[in-house]
């Protein structure tokens, strides 16, 4: 996502109602914010928010919770959410390595990954979405039964994502190089914005489905 420094957005986050404020008092509480008992599924890194708004309209019976870095880019889905108002969609503001402090265990049913920054040079690894430092936190914040969901259309990040699967105790439950030819994988598949970007210059899409290995 671009830098840009849209003026006021940090203070029109402050105001939406749908932009969380102080999101680890809401651990393990999460439900009472819905005023429901429906799974949560969480989108990290969501930028402009098409794909988590568009995956709360269709699945009204799923929680949806947006989180982002950046004020400057998760204002537009905000704007986006203050027009059409889902009673089943919010947004945190945070920066993803704390996000134990902001779910308790198993309070999160899936986590989606989508065009996770690639972070190229090997001594930052760990700040990698899908690295096994964020696989371990994912373990705890996750039902048993739960999965992360990762799409990209970086090859390398990719490769390194399967290779963190195993040494983190998780398991490979779907894997494609090329999700939009693959007919199963890619039924009821929501494109996000660098989806569309990517795939209209001809990269092929990666996708993984992981899950815990329950014989731990
Ligand atoms: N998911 C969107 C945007 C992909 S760009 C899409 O597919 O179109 C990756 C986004 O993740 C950027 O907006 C970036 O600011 C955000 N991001 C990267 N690392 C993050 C982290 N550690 N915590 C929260 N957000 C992060």
């Not at 309209?57 to 108002?85: C, F, W």
């Not at 996000?99 to 001594?123: C, H, M, Q």
């Not at 489905?209 to 731990?216: G, N, P, Q």
Request: glycine residues 6%.
């Amino acid at each position: 996502m671009r830098l840009r420094n849209i003026p006021g957005a940090r203070e029109a986050i402050v105001d939406s109602k749908y932009a969380v404020k102080n999101p680890e008092q809401q651990k393990g509480h999460w439900h009472e914010l819905f005023g429901n008992d429906h799974p949560i599924h969480i989108e990290i890194g969501m930028g402009k928010g098409r794909f988590i708004t568009t995956m709360a309209a269709l699945h009204p019976e799923i929680n949806y919770i947006g989180i982002e870095k950046y004020s400057s880019v998760m204002l537009r889905a905000l704007q986006k959410q203050e027009d059409t108002e889902l009673p089943n969609l919010y947004f945190i503001r945070m920066e993803a390595e704390v996000i134990t402090e902001v779910f308790a265990p198993g309070e999160v049913s899936v986590i989606y990954l989508n065009f996770s920054d690639p972070w190229p040079k090997d001594r930052h690894a760990k700040r990698r979405l899908p690295s096994r430092e964020f696989l371990r936190r994912y373990d705890v914040i996750l039902r048993k039964d739960g999965r992360v969901e990762f799409k990209t259309d970086n090859q390398d990040l990719f490769r390194f994502a399967l290779e963190e699967t195993e040494p983190a105790g998780w398991k490979q439950d779907a894997v494609t190089f090329d999700l939009h030819h693959d007919e199963a994988m890619n039924e009821g598949n929501v494109m996000t914005e660098y989806e569309e970007r990517f795939s209209t210059k001809g990269n092929p899409i990666c996708k993984y489905i992981i899950s815990r290995d329950v014989k731990r």
